[in-house]
T-cell receptor, first 111, second 115 residues
């Protein structure tokens, strides 16, 4: 069956360090992969989209990589700040299908 | 500011009762979606609509119903047939039927609990 796996344990890092979150998938051939941020009690907010033929995408302090051979996407936040603390969701879709979300990883950035 | 408004923020359901969750958007988006989120789990698609007067079942449609009479509105009814309705419900929209090519815009959810 198709699976999207994100680390369910919280990631704790110190302010100023780079946070790296992982999204692994099995039995998918995704055409697009998206990352969202979700704060407690709020809806997810779109951050970045990367296509299967793109290796890397950047937006300000954010960077996403997409390795279709490893079946993995990495999401990096450089120079992390306490305000970056949230749950980050990856979502992907094969061509013609609906978006499917992973369970999310909670990031805690300590001052 | 454009966006998606969900109401109410908190809702309580009695046994045997149907409840309706509201979702309104002023983004002029064609596609709208309903998701259910349980603790520690990803969002699961309940229903989606790509155009007015048309909607499709998602992965977990049993016990739910929707309507799409207006482009701006996509209400979700949780029926008494849904035996485990306690969850966080999220409504989303996208500029076109997304299929991953476009971001989805989300409301701030409705938390439904059983009395």
């Amino acid at each position: 069956s198709q699976k999207i796996e994100q680390n369910s344990e919280a990631l704790n890092i110190q302010e100023g360090k780079t946070a790296t979150l992982t999204c692994n998938y099995t039995n998918y051939s995704p055409a697009y992969l998206q990352w969202y941020r979700q704060d407690p009690g709020r809806g997810p907010v779109f951050l970045l989209l990367i296509r299967e033929n793109e290796k890397e995408k950047r937006k300000e302090r954010l960077k996403v990589t997409f390795d279709t051979t490893l079946k993995q996407s990495l999401f990096h936040i450089t120079a992390s700040q306490p305000a970056d603390s949230a749950t980050y969701l990856c979502a992907l879709t094969a061509a013609g299908n609906m978006l499917t979300f992973g369970g999310g990883t909670r990031l805690m950035v300590k001052p | 500011d454009g966006g998606i408004t969900q109401s109410p923020k908190y809702l309580f359901r009695k046994e045997g009762q149907n409840v309706t969750l509201s979702c309104e958007q002023n983004l002029n988006h064609d596609a709208m979606y309903w998701y259910r989120q349980d603790p520690g789990q990803g969002l699961r698609l309940i229903y989606y609509s790509q155009i007015v007067n048309d909607f499709q079942k998602g992965d977990i449609a049993e016990g739910y119903s929707v309507s799409r009479e207006k482009k701006e509105s996509f209400p979700l009814t949780v029926t008494s047939a849904q035996k485990n309705p306690t969850a966080f419900y999220l409504c989303a929209s996208s500029i076109i039927p997304s299929q991953g090519r476009q971001p989805q815009h989300f409301g701030d959810g409705t938390r439904l609990s059983i009395l």
